[in-house]
């Protein structure tokens, strides 16, 4: 069985920094496209950052230049760096991934969110 774990969420002050991590636990999987998403109190769940497994990244508008999503396929693990954070990013954070099983299915698995807050 496939589950995603993420960890890394907390409290910063308007400006800091602060590192997602999200591994894929368990066995006989190869994992595709990897991304993050949030999801702020009363608003729709968004799409932060994507990354392919040849590590080609696309980013949402409001987190260009800020946010920087990497992976390590040996790991099974991939990550959001945010720096400059601020208030609008507050948010629960959740990573998912597109997994292959070994019996050739294709399913879309998703983290169980990590909370985000920027306030001072």
């Known amino acids: 069985q496939v589950q995603l774990v993420e960890s890394g969420g907390g409290l910063v002050q308007p400006g800091g920094s602060l590192r997602l991590s999200c591994t894929a636990s368990?066995?006989?999987?190869?994992?595709?496209?990897m991304g993050w998403h949030r999801q702020a109190p009363g608003r729709e769940r968004v799409l932060v950052a994507t990354i392919t497994s040849g590590l080609i990244t696309n980013y949402q508008d409001s987190v260009k230049g800020r946010f920087t999503i990497s992976r390590n396929n040996a790991k099974a693990t991939v990550y959001l760096e945010m720096n400059s954070l601020k208030p609008e990013d507050t948010a629960v954070y959740y990573c998912n991934s597109n997994i292959r099983l070994e019996n050739g299915t294709v399913n879309d698995y998703w983290g169980q969110g990590t909370q985000v807050t920027v306030s001072s």
């Open positions: 368990g066995s006989g999987f190869s994992i595709g496209p």
